[in-house]
């Protein structure tokens, strides 16, 4: 059962442009919600965060934004930069030390 | 050391055969973690150790799974009697506590059934 949904597995954007990655869950006992990034044969690293008692949160370029009614969060990067390439997770935990990721989204910055 | 450290990065082995994956925690982490990632799919999450309670395996696939952390740092995962279908990116993440924050991810072992 996929609790973390990324549609849209891939995303092309010109530099200077908005990347806009949306993610969707069905827990609605998840209170903390992660971006991670991955290169290629690298381990994902942690982006950036967001609680459930938020609606939004920024750090420079990077800016999540969480609906809980919709069960929605998505995750804002402007101005895009081609070193923004890479496989974008969204996670979820409830508590536990466990997170349920979704399958990723694939960023393509154009320079 | 700075990091966490998977070793080998890449194993190729024949159905049937068993497989040991090695994970090396950042210094000081109490949480320890796998998850695995084939191909198309999200992590999907596989055992927790926290200090020394008892480990979670609750996500372990099947009985072919193992895992174990000696000493409270290293872990190796073991796979028993490999099947084409474990193919896949098996990742080690550790942490200082019980909070998600500072998950820091080793660079993974692919994993190759052949």
């Not at chain 2, 695995?36 to 609750?58: C, H, M, T, V, W």
């Amino acid at each position: 059962d996929q609790q973390v949904k990324q549609n849209s597995p891939s995303l092309s954007v010109q530099e200077g442009r908005i990347s806009i990655l949306n993610c969707d869950y069905t827990n609605s006992m998840f209170d903390y919600f992660l971006w991670y990034k991955k290169y290629p044969a690298e381990g994902p690293t942690f982006l950036i965060s967001i609680s459930s008692i938020k609606d939004k949160n920024e750090d420079g370029r990077f800016t999540v934004f969480l609906n809980k009614s919709a069960k929605h969060l998505s995750l804002h990067i402007v101005p895009s930069q081609p070193g923004d390439s890479a496989v974008y997770f969204c996670a979820a935990s409830y508590g536990n030390n466990r997170l349920a990721f979704g399958k990723g989204n694939q960023v393509v910055v154009i320079p | 050391g700075a990091g966490v450290s998977q070793s080998p990065s890449n194993k190729v082995t024949e159905k049937g055969k068993d497989v040991e994956l090695r994970c090396d925690p950042i210094s000081g982490h109490t949480a320890l973690y796998w998850y695995r990632q084939s191909l198309g799919q999200g992590l999907e999450f596989l055992i927790y150790f926290q200090g020394n309670s008892a480990p979670d395996k609750s996500g372990l696939p099947s009985d072919r799974f193992s895992a174990e952390r000696t000493g409270g740092s290293v872990s190796t995962l073991t796979i028993q009697r490999t099947q084409q279908e474990d193919s896949a990116v098996y990742l080690c993440a550790s942490s200082s506590g019980r909070s998600v924050y500072g998950y820091t991810f080793g660079s993974g072992t692919r994993l190759t059934v052949v």
